[in-house]
Nanobody, 117 residues
């Protein structure tokens, strides 16, 4: 069955770095647009960064220049490198897969990122 499993979250001090991973299985990973979303307490889930099947990327203004999304099709994994983390980056981070043709979507279970001194 389809699975997206996030890992790499945790507690980090302001200015620190984390790398999130999302391991996919059960679908043809290379045909899917992959993205990272985050949801802070009491707020809506918002997109952080996105990478197309061909490798084109985009990111939210709030993280541009600090966060980088990459993918490894051989490992069926998408990554989010997060640098210079700020307290406002604290949220649960989710991985999403969307099929380029059908539009089918799958979500991971989320991983908590807490930025605090």
């Amino acid at each position: 069955q389809v699975q997206l499993v996030e890992s790499g979250g945790g507690l980090v001090q302001p200015g620190g770095s984390l790398r999130l991973s999302c391991a996919a299985s059960g679908f043809l990973f290379s045909n899917y647009v992959m993205s990272w979303y985050r949801q802070a307490p009491g707020k809506e889930r918002v997109m952080v960064a996105i990478i197309s099947a061909g490798g084109s990327t985009n990111s939210a203004d709030s993280v541009r220049g600090r966060f980088t999304i990459t993918r490894d099709n051989a490992k069926k994994t998408v990554y989010l490198q997060m640098n210079n983390l700020k307290p406002e980056d604290t949220a649960v981070y989710y991985c999403k897969a969307r099929a380029t043709m059908s539009g089918n979507e799958y979500w991971g279970q989320g991983t908590q990122v807490t930025v605090s001194s």
